[in-house]
């Protein structure tokens, strides 16, 4: 199994500035992924982040738009840049144990509001 | 991608099964069928996976047609935990070992006392 936290678990930004979330595993995992969820919606990925490699972005989501780092295989940053209200929606990390592809495991989420 | 339909919302009497179905007509044959659930304000959860044989865990069963194109979860005594959005997924695979699972809007549980 793995345990994932994420700060911050909430937060409300103004316009046009940037926040840094962070993904903390508590064991090593290769794949790493980026979930929005969006007021009502679904989860949608926003990208993969396997160490080692650079981050895959799904059609719709680009680089300059939401940075990834994943220095290390418990760690991960994903950056929302140049918020607009638009990007207000909860944003989940999640992990593949190495010894399992079978079961996702999911953070609590960073809720963001941006006004 | 092989895509899922599931009701938008269901209701269950606690203490009862609950039968949330799936289908998945365009399956492929190397792909499985995932159950998650998402309970108000968390990540999503892992509940069971299948490719072709019923199975069950401590939590659910599942149980998938002989022609795969639909599958049923059953949660077999329903508490009010148990409320929830229940994501029925097939797995899809991109670009070698890359592994994602792809959200449709899912089935919303309500357990009622």
């Known amino acids: 199994s793995a345990v994932i936290s994420q700060k911050p678990s909430r937060d409300i930004c103004q316009r046009g500035t940037s926040l840094t979330i962070q993904c903390q595993v508590d064991?090593?995992?290769?794949?790493m992924f980026w979930y929005r969820q969006q007021p009502g919606q679904s989860l949608t990925l926003i990208a993969t982040a396997n160490q080692g490699s650079e981050a895959t972005y799904e059609s719709g989501f680009v680089i300059d738009k939401f940075p990834i780092s994943r220095p290390n295989l418990t760690f991960s940053t994903l950056t929302v840049s140049n918020m607009s209200p638009e990007d207000s929606s909860i944003y989940l990390c999640?992990?593949?144990?190495?010894?399992?592809?079978?079961?996702?495991?999911f953070g609590p989420g960073t809720r963001l509001t941006v006004l | 991608d092989a895509k899922t339909t599931q009701p938008p919302s269901m209701d269950c009497a606690e203490g009862r099964a609950a039968n949330l179905p799936c289908n998945h007509s365009?399956?492929?044959?190397?792909?499985?069928v995932y159950w998650y659930r998402q309970i108000h304000s968390q990540g999503p959860q892992y509940i069971i996976h299948g490719l072709k044989n019923n199975e069950t865990n401590e939590m659910a069963s599942l149980i998938i047609t002989e022609d795969r194109k639909s599958s049923t979860l059953i949660l077999p005594h329903a508490t009010l935990r148990d409320t929830a959005v229940y994501y029925c997924?097939?797995?899809?695979?991109?670009?070698?070992?890359?592994?994602?699972?792809?959200f449709g809007k899912g089935t919303l549980l309500t357990v009622n006392p």
């Open positions: 999640s992990v593949l144990a190495d010894d399992s592809y079978n079961e996702q495991f």
């Open positions: 997924i097939v797995r899809v695979e991109s670009g070698g070992s890359n592994y994602k699972l792809t």
């Open positions: 064991s090593q995992v290769t794949m």
């Open positions: 365009t399956i492929s044959g190397n792909e499985y």
